[in-house]
């Protein structure tokens, strides 16, 4: 199997570090709102990785966190007249639901950053001690100039990116970031000796993965946009925290766009999963999501479902009649050449669109005229595998 890693650039031989087991982090959303269809292709598409890793064989730990802790969250709760963390869960529990109706497949485990508040502060207590980091009243900081390299994934040099910035005065860097800030006046405070507030951002992934799954994670996933900064900031505190790096394989999926424009709830465009799950079907709708190559932009048009609603009808009526025709008879071997290069596709960096394509077709050779039980038997148990491991 190959994949691209972003770290590298390149697309490289992928395989579990023990050849048994494979762990893998996701960064899950934050919750504050009901999942939106940007959601739906990061759920769907490390969910059908996950799928093709059992169907080599590889047993996985599927880690996906949920951000409980942010602004958002709090102006949410205020709003609703609830609190902060009685707002997370009930979105969390949407979020679960609605990834649900698309067939994903629940994590093996799942984090909640304000449950890791113990194991965060140890992380930053450990800098501190280290050198690696520093003090401005409550606020504490990565120093980027005595903690691990940076740019470990996206390959962008934090210097470059920062050139040109204003200074900032608690920072001793622009490219230093936040491990620990006040938030006296945010809504949500925890104790620290060296003041009163909250994590970052950055370093609660950090925590959480190097807890569950570290120190050496096989896969870490999340979108594109989160490559800079946010995994580059959690490869440099695992890597100044325990000296390896945090993963192996950085894996990023591309937008969900709407006229060519981010989906994104901050600006409103936004269609949300359970809409499109019903509007749609959620075969169609994971098909959609499927449909361009994962690292990719994918621009959604609802009038341009139809052939995904269509695929998917035909899928559901072929494992019906197959079914049927076939009865108790033993498969022979004429569509194994099917299932090898379903298979031979999603092997090669996850390749989707060439597996539906695979999956058209067969379909439409299957509708040309009747066929023996034993072939019937034989395109069936291809045509099961292959929904089985893009979640038909």
């Not at 959303?29 to 093709?52: M, N």
């Not at 529990?93 to 909640?112: C, F, G, S």
Request: hydrophobic share 40%; aromatic share 8%.
């Amino acid at each position: 199997m190959r994949l691209h890693n972003t770290s590298s650039g390149q697309v490289e031989p992928f395989a579990p570090a023990d050849g048994k087991k494979v762990r893998m982090y996701v960064c899950g959303p934050t919750v504050y709102a009901p999942p939106h269809l940007g959601h739906a292709r990061s759920a769907v598409v490390y969910d059908t990785l996950r799928r093709r890793f059992a169907g080599r064989g590889w047993r996985v730990q599927h880690v996906m966190n949920f951000t409980d802790m942010a602004e958002e969250i709090a102006h949410k709760a205020r709003q609703e007249r609830g609190g902060i963390r009685q707002t997370a869960r009930r979105y969390a529990l949407e979020y679960l639901a609605d990834m649900r109706k698309l067939n994903v497949q629940r994590p093996t485990h799942i984090t909640w950053a304000s449950k890791f508040m113990s194991p965060m502060r140890e992380d930053i207590a450990t800098l501190l001690a280290s050198g690696r980091a520093y003090t401005d009243g409550p606020n504490v900081f990565f120093d980027t100039h005595q903690g691990a390299p940076l740019g470990l994934v996206s390959r962008i040099g934090f210097q470059d990116a920062t050139v040109g910035a204003p200074p900032i005065t608690a920072r001793r860097d622009p490219a230093d970031f936040v491990i620990w800030r006040d938030s006296h006046d945010w809504g949500e405070c925890w104790d620290a000796p060296w003041g009163g507030g909250r994590p970052g951002w950055h370093n609660q992934c950090t925590a959480m993965a190097l807890r569950t799954a570290g120190p050496t994670l096989d896969l870490h996933g999340g979108g594109i946009d989160l490559a800079f900064p946010h995994h580059d900031s959690e490869a440099a505190v695992a890597r100044a925290l325990t000296g390896k790096p945090l993963s192996r394989f950085w894996v990023h999926h591309g937008h969900v766009t709407v006229w060519k424009e981010k989906m994104s709830k901050s600006r409103g465009n936004f269609v949300l999963a359970r809409d499109a799950t019903r509007r749609h079907g959620p075969g169609a709708t994971r098909l959609f999501l499927l449909s361009k190559p994962y690292r990719e932009p994918l621009d959604y048009h609802a009038e341009e479902m139809e052939p995904w609603e269509q695929l998917a009808k035909d899928q559901a009526q072929a494992l019906r009649a197959l079914a049927k025709r076939a009865g108790r008879a033993r498969g022979d071997s004429s569509h194994d050449a099917f299932a090898e290069a379903f298979d031979a596709a999603l092997d090669e960096d996850l390749d989707t669109p060439r597996a539906i394509a695979l999956l058209r077709g067969e379909l439409d050779g299957l509708g040309k005229g009747p066929i023996a039980p034993a072939e019937a038997a034989s395109a069936l148990k291809g045509l099961q595998s292959a929904g089985k491991q893009i979640g038909l």
